[in-house]
Structures are given as C-alpha cells and as structure tokens.
C-alpha cells in the first residue's frame, strides 16, 4: 500500500482556546459588556482564520490529486 503525505501550506494552525470569561455582574455594565463582545471578537475571528486554513489546505493541490487517485 501507498504511503501518502500531505503537505500543509506554510501557515500552521494554533490551537484555538475558548476565552476565560467572566461572570457577569447583576446589573448591567457597560465596560464589562464591551470586555466580553471583544473576546468573543477575539476567539470567533480565530476560529475563522483556523477554518479558511483547513479549506485552503483541503483544497490544494496535492490533497486534491490524492483524492483523485482514489486512495480515501
């Protein structure tokens, strides 16, 4: 059997990491709510750079010609 290997492209994914967040107060406060929007900005922003990279790497070529071969 055929050893394939796939070469990723030269970016590398970080492991993603939920934020740590923090309990709410009982009333509203305006800092703390824009405190949580950016991290939540922050870890879906790096969900979204992590996910074009797996599509981009799962798209190339070289996995594409392995699909093709008929070896999945």
């Given at each position: ?20 967040l923090?309990v ?21 922003n790096?969900l ?25």
């Open positions: 059997m055929t050893q394939y290997s796939i070469t990723p492209t030269d970016n590398t994914l970080s492991p993603s990491k939920a934020p740590n923090q709410p107060p009982a009333t509203y406060d305006q800092k703390q709510q824009n405190h949580l929007t950016n991290q939540l900005k922050l870890y879906f790096q979204d750079a992590n996910n074009s990279q797996l599509i981009t790497d799962a798209l190339s070529s070289s996995v594409l010609q392995w699909i093709s071969t008929g070896n999945g």
